[in-house]
């Protein structure tokens, strides 16, 4: 049975044990979990990785079957799981374990996953696909946030919070926290404090070398290499900091093959661009056609498996993919 992540109150309605979450996004995951199960809960919380679950898996099982006389209900929270759980969980169901909620936390899962199926057809389980937040929600947050809060934002801020939380509630949340504490001293916050106090200002030379490696700058992007000291960690982040910015990138090169006004486009564009992008993100369109963007997706995608395997040539195989075109 499926159930949105929008529809918590059906999900608190809900009798059902199994709960499977799955998509990339942590941060409505770990809000369903807080608001829907361990609010206002007393009993006790396990949380185990699939690999101690297969490991120990008759001893899972039997831990659920004796349930102590004196103890209170419990949730199971399974993080990175895959399509190994479903023989535990259809052994589950055969033997009809009551008074333990359990939640099964996995990344994306193809339409043909058997996890996913059981969980979408059953109506004894709830499935909830989480999906990367979309200015929408995203704005929504900011929104209600600032109403809880009692302060204000210019739209400029929000649109600027927007664009670089890349889809992450947690870390927009994080940077809304940080936002309300300087507003109790400071009446009216800018863009410059939102650069200053948030850790926007901490990314900004791989914000800067994404933006000039879209726009084929090669001279600016050689003097940001050579002017800063990059770790293998900071290698990932490039990756995904390129990689998000291309897709924004293939998103409008989309809408201008179907509409040739560029102008018009970014002005129109969700969630907005904020204006002291808006050059560079023209001389980016002008600069790759909709299949080079593609390539570019593609070829990050398999450079970051390349990283992650070798961190000590990281910084080489960056350095040559945004030195050549």
């Not at 399974?78 to 535990?88: A, G, M, N, Q, V």
């Not at 850790?199 to 070398?209: C, G, I, K, P």
Request: net charge positive; aromatic share 8%; with cysteine.
């Amino acid at each position: 049975m499926i159930i949105k992540s929008f529809e918590l109150e059906k999900i608190k309605s809900s009798q059902e044990n199994l709960h499977l979450m799955y998509g990339n996004n942590e941060g409505i995951k770990n809000e369903i979990i807080n608001e829907v199960y361990i609010k206002n809960f007393e009993g006790e919380v396990l949380k185990y990785d699939e690999q101690e679950i297969l490991n120990n898996k008759d001893e899972f099982i039997s831990n659920l079957l004796n349930r102590s006389l004196f103890l209170e209900s419990k949730i199971i929270i399974i993080s990175r799981s895959s399509d190994k759980l479903i023989d535990i969980i259809n052994e589950i169901l055969d033997r009809e374990i009551i008074d333990t909620k359990i939640i099964i936390k996995c990344s994306n899962l193809e339409k043909k996953s058997k996890l996913r199926n059981l969980f979408e057809k059953g109506n004894q389980l709830i499935c909830t696909p989480v999906y990367e937040d979309d200015y929408r929600a995203l704005n929504s947050i900011i929104q209600k946030f600032l109403r809880e809060n009692k302060f204000s934002l210019s739209q400029e801020i929000k649109n600027l919070l927007i664009e670089r939380s890349k889809g992450d509630r947690i870390f927009l949340k994080s940077e809304l926290s940080k936002l309300k504490s300087l507003s109790l001293s400071k009446n009216k916050l800018s863009t410059g404090d939102v650069v200053k106090l948030t850790n926007l200002a901490e990314n900004f030379s791989v914000f800067e070398l994404s933006d000039n490696y879209l726009a084929k700058n090669s001279k600016k992007v050689s003097n940001i290499l050579n002017e800063n000291n990059y770790s293998s960690e900071d290698c990932i982040l490039i990756l995904r900091t390129i990689l998000n910015k291309s897709k924004r990138l293939l998103k409008i090169r989309n809408e201008i093959d179907n509409n040739s006004n560029i102008d018009q486009v970014i002005s129109n564009f969700k969630p907005p661009i904020f204006w002291k992008e808006k050059d560079i993100v023209k001389k980016q369109i002008q600069s790759w056609s909709t299949n080079e963007v593609k390539g570019i997706i593609y070829k990050i995608n398999e450079l970051e498996v390349l990283v992650k395997k070798s961190t000590v040539n990281s910084m080489l195989f960056v350095s040559n993919f945004v030195s050549n075109y």
